[in-house]
């Protein structure tokens, strides 16, 4: 977002005159910020095979996944119905990465038939996919390198009790499983959770998986998943992908050589890619003053965007009506009979009821987690290409809240 003569743009797109075209609140995203940190990813791992696969959880709308498509980009899905979504949205099986957890061996069957590649990250469902495939369908296998990557504790996934992966202390018996069964393991992944803050504890972490690819004869690729921080307000630490590049693409290089195979690298970014290609904009309905603060409180709540209240995420609030107003002390709640508070004591430019107020790093875990709680409608997603604004999901109407309601004569 810049300030171009005392107006907010969206890559130039005026964000109060989308805000009245649209209604609020609403999900705005750009691609050319999308298409950058694609590239600015691309360029850090140049050297080697690298593919990236788009995490489609963190936004999932088809449009999106339409633009990581035409981008190259592969597609990591977690449910079936990602898969689909990715399938329809015109990804190629082969470029998708099914990577479930605790799912059944049924959604996977589902998953296999439309030729997608399976991840597996448990020693059960390991046995049943090598009883029902035995070498005929490769997998993956996702390990567990107990490493602790930092960040929110909801947020983490590589620690020792973490329920992802199989550990990484449990690979003999998972070489009895694939001996037993004839089972071909194509791939190795790793995905130690979000908010890496340490380069290094990463690198360690990959240090691990490459040790465990060593006792692998057939591998093809390895995965090592995500978690690459981004800024969520000025001065924040984020996750110098430029110094991970030149580390690991070094380290990678040197495992291929001794392998003797050019393998993929591949990472599965969904933050990184889309968390600040998003703003979400909400209207302020009032000002409170209590005795002990001011509440701005908005047109929205934690239906729409639960990571300040789900993990203390913190989204910069910026008074888009009021570019050069004097910055003021404020507390942003949301409209739901909850505590939805988005910030406390926030320093926002004077806020006069009606403003609009925009939320950055809304791309990624917002939409996606949004919700109908107390019935409200969810907001509509508009994307900014090329200059031009499209709307890529209308507001929901009350038919949408009953559509799957049976509703019965007592
Ligand atoms: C959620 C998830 C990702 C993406 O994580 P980010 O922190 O958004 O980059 C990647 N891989 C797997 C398996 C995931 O579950």
Redesign the pocket.
């Known amino acids: 977002m810049q300030l171009v003569n005392n107006r907010y743009k969206i890559d130039g797109a005026d964000v109060l005159s989308l805000c009245n075209k649209y209604g609020s609140p609403l999900y705005v995203y750009e691609t050319s910020k999308i298409k950058d940190q694609y590239s600015r990813m691309l360029n850090a791992f140049k050297g080697v095979n690298v593919k990236i696969n788009y ?1 489609c ?2 936004l999932t709308n088809i449009n999106i996944l339409k633009f990581f498509n035409k981008l190259g980009s592969g597609l ?1 899905a ?1 449910s079936v119905q990602e898969v689909e979504l990715g399938l329809k949205a015109g990804f190629n099986a082969g470029d998708i990465i099914y ?1 479930p ?1 605790c799912v059944s061996i049924d959604e996977i069957e589902k998953v296999v038939k439309l030729g997608v590649r399976i ?1 597996i990250d448990n020693i059960s469902i390991l046995e049943q996919f090598g009883l029902l495939h035995g070498n005929s369908i490769p997998v993956c296998i ?1 390990i567990n390198p107990h490493i602790l990557a930092g960040g929110h504790h909801k ?1 983490s ?1 590589g620690h020792i009790d973490s329920k ?1 992966g199989i550990s990484v202390y449990q690979m003999p018996h998972v070489h009895r499983v694939m001996e037993a069964n004839n089972m071909r393991v194509e791939g190795l ?1 790793m ?1 130690t ?3 890496i803050l340490d380069v290094d504890v990463f690198i360690k972490g990959a240090s691990i998986l490459l040790d465990v690819a060593r006792e692998f004869r057939e591998l093809e690729y390895i995965d090592f ?5 981004v800024p969520y307000k000025p001065d924040d630490i984020f996750t110098d992908i430029d110094a991970l590049g030149k580390k690991l693409t070094g380290d990678f290089k040197k495992f291929c050589n001794d392998y003797r195979k050019d393998l993929t690298l591949i990472f ?6 889309v ?1 600040e290609a998003g703003y979400f904009l909400a209207k302020v309905n009032v000002i409170k003053q209590t005795t002990s603060t001011v509440f701005a409180g908005i047109d929205t709540g934690l239906n729409h965007l639960i990571r300040p209240m789900f993990y203390d995420a913190y989204h910069h609030i910026i008074n888009v009506s009021n570019p050069k107003g004097k910055p003021r002390i404020y507390t942003v709640v949301g409209y739901i009979c909850e505590t939805d508070t988005f910030g406390w004591n926030r320093k926002i430019n004077e806020i006069t009821e009606g403003d609009y107020l925009a939320f950055l790093n809304a791309g ?2 917002c939409y996606a987690m949004a919700s109908n709680y107390n019935s409200r409608y969810k907001p509509v997603e508009v994307l900014i290409h090329e200059g031009k604004d499209y709307l890529i999901r209308q507001r929901e109407t009350m038919e949408d809240l009953l559509r799957n309601q049976v509703i019965i004569d007592i």
């Not at 998943?225 to 921080?229: L, Y």
């Not at 599965?268 to 890619?273: A, D, R, S, T």
């Open positions: 995490a959880k963190a990591d977690v990577t957890n991840n996702r947020i996934t992802f992944h995905h959770g979000s908010d998943g995500s978690g690459f921080k599965e970014p969904g933050k990184f890619l968390s990624a875990y």
